[in-house]
């Protein structure tokens, strides 16, 4: 999979790697700003409150 | 054998992805929602602050009705470090609970009658509650509104469940009581890196001083 991507990317091998690298930086910054902000409620670590549903919560499976 | 081979090493490479991916979502928790976080109370603090730099005596002590997500007061708990200071925001969602602690909207106002209740993350989004635990009965909490200052003396300490809803009831866990005492409670959850249960922190209203007239002895005023 990363072979084949390695594969791909154009250029000599510095250019593979500084492109590489900006894939990565990418990726992070899509799941910080987007995938785990999403992701984080559906869990049940923040819970902090009393609330009559939070037994519902608590039984609901982990998305 | 060759097509195998491929198929072990993707499937592999995909096992890994997805243990960094869990690795970064624990860094995102424990560094970066904090840092989220703290950045967040500090704008409702300067927010705060700077409405009450204009307020002259007579204005209202909050600007009613509360404004979901905005502060309205500052929670200082000694105990906790002299520094200790973080706002109290109308609204108990979690994007309130990220810019400081939460007041229940339904529960009573600081110096009220009643029971002004307030939720806190005690793990991750600034985690003003992370110590929570290390308060003891008879510290004092000190709620500084725009005019006032509030000091709480904790009266209790326990872990219920998290349906256990009668801690906030005005007069906690007696439904249609009537009452009378001006009560404080705090919640958070328990234990710190899990969330099945409640720690629950109960207090009550042992002094108000105007903000005219000083701080009180136990922020280093002579009140």
Redesign the interface.
């Given at each position: 999979?990363?072979?084949w991507l390695w594969s791909h990317l154009p250029g000599p091998t510095v250019m593979r790697v500084i492109i590489a690298m900006l894939l990565f930086v990418a990726v992070?910054a899509v799941?910080?700003l987007w995938v785990?902000p999403w992701?984080?409620?559906r869990l049940?670590?923040?819970?902090?409150?009393?609330?009559?549903s939070?037994?519902a919560l608590?039984l609901r499976p982990l998305a | 054998m060759n097509a195998a081979r491929r198929t072990v090493g993707v499937v592999g490479e995909l096992l890994i992805t997805a243990g960094v991916v869990v690795l970064l979502f624990v860094a995102y928790q424990l560094v970066w929602t904090n840092i989220q976080a703290d950045r967040a109370a500090n704008v409702q603090t300067n927010n705060l602050e700077r409405n009450w730099g204009d307020r002259t005596p007579d204005d209202p002590e909050f600007d009613l009705p509360l404004k979901r997500g905005e502060a309205f007061a500052l929670l200082r708990i000694p105990r906790l470090g002299d520094n200790y200071r973080v706002p109290i925001v109308e609204g108990v969602s979690l994007d309130d609970l990220a810019q400081g602690v939460g007041h229940y909207p339904e529960t009573a106002l600081p110096g009220q009658i009643g029971n002004f209740s307030v939720a806190g993350h005690r793990a991750t989004n600034g985690e003003p509650f992370a110590y929570l635990d290390q308060v003891n009965v008879g510290d004092d909490v000190f709620v500084e509104t725009g005019t006032t200052w509030y000091t709480y003396e904790v009266t209790k300490e326990y872990i219920v469940e998290p349906t256990q809803v009668g801690v906030i009831l005005p007069v906690p866990n007696e439904p249609g009581a009537v009452p009378r005492r001006r009560l404080m409670t705090m919640t958070t959850c328990n234990p710190r890196w899990d969330s099945y249960q409640r720690l629950i922190f109960h207090a009550k209203l042992v002094d108000e001083l105007p903000k005219g007239e000083g701080r009180p002895v136990g922020l280093g005023g002579d009140g």
């Open positions: 999979m990363y072979g992070v799941l910080f785990f992701v984080e409620p049940p670590f923040t819970d902090v409150t009393v609330d009559e939070a037994a608590a | -």
